[in-house]
């Protein structure tokens, strides 16, 4: 029994250092941290007017990625990955004061707050980054990826009485 253990360790052995240097392979799990720019424009209608609005945002957030890097030859690698944010970011939030009715006609003026939010969820981009070895621990790479997420929506006026939950999605 202890030499078939002894053989089967001589082989296992064998066979983990001559294939070593083709599995340079590797997979990488880490945290990554960003900050963002968003730009947004929007219509509301209030009593048959419509308002344009435009604003932006920016804000730092965090994700965790996993890539796989495999190596083509010795100056060719390839990583493909995937960047997940698992929470849900606020992007924007406004509040401030409303006042309904049409100064031009004299309807009655109804006074109130509104507020909206934007909140992005389920943020993820799957990517492929190929990559040269220059030499001497320089490398020239590129990255191409597809992003998808989940944007939702919510706003009230407490001067109309309205709310709007809308959900969307955003892709690139």
Do not use: C
């Not at 001559?18 to 968003?38: E, H, M, Q, W």
């Not at 040269?132 to 929506?153: P, R, T, W």
């Amino acid at each position: 029994m202890m030499n078939k253990i002894a053989k089967l360790s001589a082989v296992s052995l064998l066979l983990a250092s001559v294939s070593t240097p083709s599995l340079a392979d590797n997979f990488n799990i880490g945290l990554s941290g960003s900050y963002g720019s968003f730009e947004a424009k929007g219509n509301e209608t209030n009593d048959g007017r419509v308002k344009n609005a435009e604003g932006d945002a920016t804000f730092p957030f965090a994700s965790i990625f996993i890539e796989y890097n495999k190596s083509m030859s010795k100056e060719w690698d390839v990583t493909f990955g995937l960047d997940y944010i698992p929470f849900t970011a606020e992007i924007d939030s406004k509040s401030g004061a409303d006042s309904g009715g049409d100064i031009e006609t004299s309807s009655t003026a109804t006074t109130g707050t509104k507020s909206a939010t934007l909140d992005l969820k389920n943020h993820a981009t799957l990517y492929i980054q190929p990559t040269y070895n220059l030499g001497g621990g320089l490398a020239v790479f590129g990255k191409v990826g597809y992003s998808h997420a989940d944007l939702q929506i919510t706003s009230s006026n407490t001067a109309t009485g309205s709310t709007l939950n809308k959900k969307d999605d955003l892709e690139g």
